[in-house]
């Protein structure tokens, strides 16, 4: 098992990431000390895979648990879910020394976090991310949160988890394209920080589509590491933190422009971030061949690279970008890559740029992947 510390004070938590963790669940939460009830969110696809196993390691160490399922999928990271789960938490008499085991991918994680950080004001909970996503991203950081009808995690909170279990044997049930998804923020990781991990992607990249226990051990724990450093050092994102959204101005307004409905946000960063490095090459001077090198990470990850888009899609997409909420007096800034593994943020981009390199003719590869991505 490898452990990851979260350096923030009084804080401060610990990620574990190893095999069989599950089962562990129970002899944690004793060891952190929480109250003797908990309740367990989950979705209704995770529920049957996990929650027996969860809740019997509760019951194990002495922990009364109910499971409060939600339906699969973004509609239940919602004002309405958070009510839903409230009236649970109450009708299961959970009190200030409780505590909420979030059992799931984001979603549930981002849901389950914000009813933990509101409900008495505050209780504790632990993370127990079951998709690639949420094991090197979503878990870690403790921004929590759900969406309105105006766009996405516009209501929420900086609340920080009291653990992060990475079970990983929970990862082989996950569907390949959620799996792949995943990956593009494992790419992203080495492309802001790390240019050892990047590399480290480049030879393993096969053993890690194999779903390889002890590469993907070493891998996550490492992607857990950064958000951590970069987490430590910018909790409330002032500065630092933003520089985990490479590829994420295009990639959100992608997702926005096809209502959340064409691309997974993996797929769409993964887009955004190759366009990002082109950006990257025309402003920042980053190499040729490392812009090739990003490109065909993600080629290989079976992601897709690239779009062709109409000029009323365009359009939208400006617009998209300019309603993200990271923007700032209408001027939309990117992260930009100086070298593969150093990123600079708040990089003015002129439009000119990003519609010059959004309406690159799609590359020879990029077509064959989008059916590749489909498998
Ligand atoms: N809080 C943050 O810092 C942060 C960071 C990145 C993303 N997010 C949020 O995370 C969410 C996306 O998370 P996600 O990609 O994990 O999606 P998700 O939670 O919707 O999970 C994807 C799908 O996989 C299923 N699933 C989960 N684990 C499984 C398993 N082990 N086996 C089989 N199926 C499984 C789920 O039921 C769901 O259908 C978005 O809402 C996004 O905004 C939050
Ligand atoms: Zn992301």
Redesign the pocket.
Known sequence: MRIVNVPLGQRSYLIKVGAALLETIGRECARTQLGKRCAIIS????TP?FGKRVKESLARAGFESEIVVVP???TS?SVIWVEKCYDELAAHRLERKSFIVAL???????LAGFVAATYLRGIPFIQVP??L??QV??SV?G??GVNLRAG??LVGAFYQPRLVLCDLD??R???VR?YR??LAEVIKYGIIYDAELFERLEREMEKLLGRDAKVLAGIIARCCEIKAEVVAQDETESGLRAILNFGHTIGHALEAISHYGKY???EAISIGQIAAAKLSREILGLAGQDTERIEKLFHRAGLPTNISLNQGQHKKLFAAMKLDKKVSAGEIKFVLARRIGEVEFGQKVPTASIKRILSLPITHHASRITSHARR
Do not use: I, M
């Open positions: 979705d209704r696809n995770v895979l699969p999928g973004e990271k799931g991918g984001g979603v549930v994680g981002d079951t998709t996503l949420a991203d979503s950081g921004k929590v996405k995690n929970t990862l049930t996950l569907p959620e998804a995943g997974l946000h993996g």
